[in-house]
């Protein structure tokens, strides 16, 4: 069995400043914060998901270049002894920070079109088997059981501990929102999930999924998908000001996440309808390294004469 790794305590924070300019009561619980330098959501799936990994395991798993899940997962590597090979799908010949980060960690890849994902992965998993090697094959986006049950019981803690009205959080493939979903049954918590990508069929029957995963297959699922500005790793004006809103208030942010999750809240329609005068959490997710590799559409300052 690999050494356990940290059970991370929620760190929630009262954001009284920009909550009021918003018209509501914010807490922030800042999964962006674990740990340096590749924090978010990937850390606690993944920090659950490996558990029960053993010694002379290899980790295998798949994303695009700049995934967050197959970054956290070559420093979870890393810090366990195990090897971890990923299958990274590029549209052009990208170069990225990534692979930097990857090399460093001690990863091994392969970059192929998102065409060759499946049948390069298996080829994978048999010339590791074929040698010996036991391979732990790990859903793309960490998208298991394990990650959500790691939602499903930190959520419980903050839900337990804060009693908001409301979570917002971003909705990537889905594993998060369903944990929390699935935290929040049966209380007065309401969780909405502000897709990244998906539109609201795909989206909610993952979440769903997930949700079951944690134990409440008949959550309530609230999915937004009108802020993904784009689709994923794509981003609008919207986004840009969203991002640029929580920068401006101290919250760091990035467009391809939490920028999306964030710009929900900072849409009046959408608050005025779910979110005002109410305790909302808003999860943050992390996504930093998103912000780095991509920047964000740049709206030129120049002080005052600009008026
Ligand atoms: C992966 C990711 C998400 C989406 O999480 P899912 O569990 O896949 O829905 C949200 N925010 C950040 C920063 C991520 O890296």
Known sequence: MAKMLVD???IVERHERLGD???LE?????DDLLPFPLPGNKVRKLERELRDSSVGEVLLSNGGIDSNHCRTLALYGARLGLPVHLVLHSSADQGSASFDLLDLLGASYDVVTSAQIGSTLDRVETAYHNRGT??????????TPAGAMAYRDVGLQV???HRPDVIVVASGTGATHGGLAAAAHGSHTEVIGV??????????????EAAGWAGAPTARVKFADSFVDGGYGQHGLATTAAVAHGWSFGLPLDPTYTGK???????????DAYLRNKRVVFWHTGGLMNLITDGVQHTARRGVENG
């Open 26 to 30: 914010l807490l922030v619980v800042r």
């Open 134 to 143: 036991a391979v732990r094959r790990i859903a793309g986006g960490c998208h």
């Open 21 to 23: 300019s918003l018209g």
């Open 8 to 10: 991370f305590a929620p």
């Open 195 to 208: 897709s990244v990508a998906r539109n609201a069929d795909r989206g909610i029957a993952a979440v769903l």
């Open 261 to 271: 999750a964030f710009a929900a809240m900072a849409d009046d329609e959408f608050r």
């Open 159 to 161: 839900i337990e501990q």
